[in-house]
């Protein structure tokens, strides 16, 4: 159940299988025995994890968790289950960022070698995974960064045979140690791809036919490390390649083939993060609670000042609502498949909103815990710095909001309000008074889905269409199966023929909670401006308007996973009520934002201040909520 924090002491992993659960247990208990004073001052001093490394390979941890069932000769309990590497993400991040990174970017630099076809790879790192190896993911460089199409990673070919290789990257976690880095570069005998002409029309096989994924050993003599290039205990690497020899049993990928293994590596990764922040603001939030209760100021606990109280319900109740859209957001990364691509979405904004609710967060515990959080022996700083980097990991926020809006129209009108584009052509309705608009956005929209079935079956493109979102219900997926799809996602390309299911329906189920309904009118009002006020040729060429729109949009999904998993957990109606008071106060200033924008044109602004509600105040509720956030005062404390 969600409607409370991971707590180390009392958890048991109950929804796992045996052996997962001695694996994570163990986990915890290697954190704990090693206790808080010893991980803060190896944070200080920057000291390397060999530790934990040994702890590592001597469980197996690792190499359980990350080998997927083709290439575990038989383990049964070798896998690619998402559901325990969100948890062990979630309980690195809890006790330290830094630990966190060394499992995350093995996890990235696997990515490239088991979705290749490149047998004797696979084995190679299976076998190094039994060893405890780790491993790293060479696409970066410092004077491109994530304009992969202007690699300077150069491969030459050889008379004899085979490759060299020379050329930097940058930013490469693990880049010190990975017994195995996937190297993305290209052939020094093919033409590059221009990146400016590359974002206007799609580049042909011919001109992706240069690029490669190939794999170097760090320890090798031609691979010269650089350094570290952060402050960290964490190790981020800046290297060279020079005259590195590439066999023909080292390449992973050729061609187009290369760039959508680094894409599909990176929707498997990125996941991982907003599961990082979960753990790191749980861990956060029980030193804030338990400081403000303890402490007495002007005669009165610090959890009875108005402010405070405001600040930690309202993180907890965004900390629930992060862990509510996570859990559901596992089940459909695990049930994906060629033809259901809804996960490009959620996992999208499981790294790019859950991380920024976390930072805000931290943010407001920051302005309670005050001076206290930056005391030595608090666990508070390590979170502070944490969770400022997840969000610009694994791809911007900006470039995961640019992600996440080429599924809006689809998202948010197919296939249920066919009948709502219509909006864009009744006269002045950029401009009407919102009663009027609201009435006939209504009407259109509920009577198209209400005809949606005997429309299909008249017109042949409309029933292809509906037939596009016929999903069968998504299950709670905590099951011991490999999720053997993520390496076979195929082409990064198609995003605009996924369809989803109707969003409002679940809302529906939930209109009896105050602000969850109060939201779904916000929600059916910003459905309105989109149909009446499209953005325009020029604002989807302008990054900073479509940001402004992106968030309105991305909530929706955000709020429907979390509604989804509610109603899975029978999560409390005034715990989803103050998560939604907390939606409708944001979407608003959002609402206000898009209405402000240089950009927007005169039907936008009308019809964005539509947007703006107030959230329904209700005390009682509040108190109850707040009163669950303290009930978690003293309840942990790590082992000092």
């Known amino acids: 159940m969600t409607e409370t924090l991971f707590n180390p002491k009392t958890c048991e992993f109950a929804e796992f299988d045996t052996e997962t659960r001695r694996l994570l247990r163990a986990t915890v208990d290697w954190f704990e025995a090693r206790g808080k004073a010893v991980l803060k001052q190896e944070d200080r001093d920057r000291v390397w994890y060999t530790e934990f490394l040994d702890f590592v390979k001597r469980e197996g941890l690792f190499a359980t968790f990350l080998t997927p069932a083709a290439e575990a000769n038989g383990d ?148 010269h490390l650089r350094g570290n290039v952060v402050d960290g205990q964490m190790y981020v690497a800046a290297f060279d390649l020079d005259g590195y020899p590439v066999a023909e049993q080292d390449i992973l990928h050729r061609g187009e083939a290369a760039f959508h293994a680094a894409m599909n590596t990176v929707n498997v990764g990125k996941f991982n993060l907003g599961f990082g922040a979960v753990g790191a603001c ?108 997840l969000p610009r990991l694994e791809g911007t ?5 640019a992600l996440s809006l080429k599924f809006m129209a689809n998202f948010m009108f197919h296939p249920a309000d066919a009948g709502l584009a219509a909006l864009q052509f009744l006269p002045g309705a950029g401009s009407a008074p919102k009663g009027t608009v609201r009435a006939v956005s209504g009407a259109l929209s509920w009577s198209s889905r209400r005809l949606a079935p005997r429309a299909g079956a008249a017109v042949p493109k409309l029933r292809a269409e509906f037939a596009g979102a016929a999903y069968a219900p998504v299950p709670t997926r905590r099951d011991a199966a490999d999720d053997e799809f993520l390496f076979r996602q195929g082409p990064s390309s198609g995003l605009g023929r996924i369809r989803f299911t109707d969003w409002r329906s679940v809302f529906e189920k939930f209109t009896h909670v105050p602000n969850v309904a109060v939201f779904l009118e916000q929600a059916l009002a910003f459905q309105t401006l989109l149909a009446a006020a499209a953005p325009t040729a020029a604002q989807q060429r302008d990054v900073d308007f479509l940001f402004a729109l992106g968030e309105l949009f991305t909530a929706l999904p955000y709020a429907q996973l979390i509604l989804e998993q509610a109603e899975i957990e029978g999560t409390s109606p005034a ?66």
């Open 282 to 389: 749980e861990h956060a939030y029980y030193e804030a609670i338990t400081h403000a209760e303890n402490r007495i100021l002007f005669g009165h606990r610090v959890t009875e000042f108005p402010q405070v109280q405001a600040l930690m319900t309202d993180s907890y109740a965004r900390l629930m609502a992060m862990k509510l859209y996570s859990e559901r957001a596992i089940d459909y990364m695990r049930s994906a498949s060629p033809e259901d691509r809804r996960y490009l979405l959620f996992n999208a904004i499981e790294k790019m909103t859950v991380t920024r609710q976390g930072q805000r967060i931290i943010e407001d515990l920051a302005d309670v815990i005050a001076a206290r959080g930056f005391e030595k022996d608090m666990y508070f700083p390590m979170a502070m710095l944490g969770l400022f980097g």
């Open 76 to 223: 049964p309990n070798k896998r690619w289950d998402t559901g325990r590497i969100a948890m062990l993400s979630k309980i690195l991040g809890f006790y330290s960022m830094q630990y966190w990174y060394v499992w995350q970017v093995s996890i990235l630099g696997l990515g490239p070698i088991w979705q290749s076809d490149n047998a004797a790879a696979k084995q190679r790192a299976a076998a190094l995974l039994d060893s405890g190896e780790i491993f790293a993911f060479g696409l970066s460089e410092k004077d491109h960064g994530a304009d992969v199409y202007s690699t300077d990673m150069m491969v030459e070919p050889q008379p004899g045979g085979g490759y060299r290789a020379t050329g930097g990257k940058h930013y490469i976690g693990n880049g010190n140690q990975a017994a195995l880095v996937s190297v993305f570069g290209r052939r020094s005998d093919k033409p590059i791809i221009d990146s400016s002409k590359a974002l206007d029309s799609k580049p042909t096989q011919q001109d992706y036919e240069g690029y490669l994924f190939f794999l170097a050993d760090s320890k090798h003599e031609n691979y």
């Open 575 to 640: 715990l989803l009520d103050q998560i939604f008071d907390n939606f409708v106060r944001e979407f608003a200033k959002n609402a206000l934002t898009l209405h402000t924008k240089p950009a927007a044109t005169k039907a936008q602004q009308t019809r964005a201040l539509d947007l703006i509600r107030r959230p329904v105040a209700d005390r009682a509720r509040f108190e109850k909520v707040f009163a669950q956030a303290r009930s978690l005062a003293g309840t942990y404390e790590m082992n000092p």
């Open 397 to 401: 926020v900006h470039v995961n909001m």
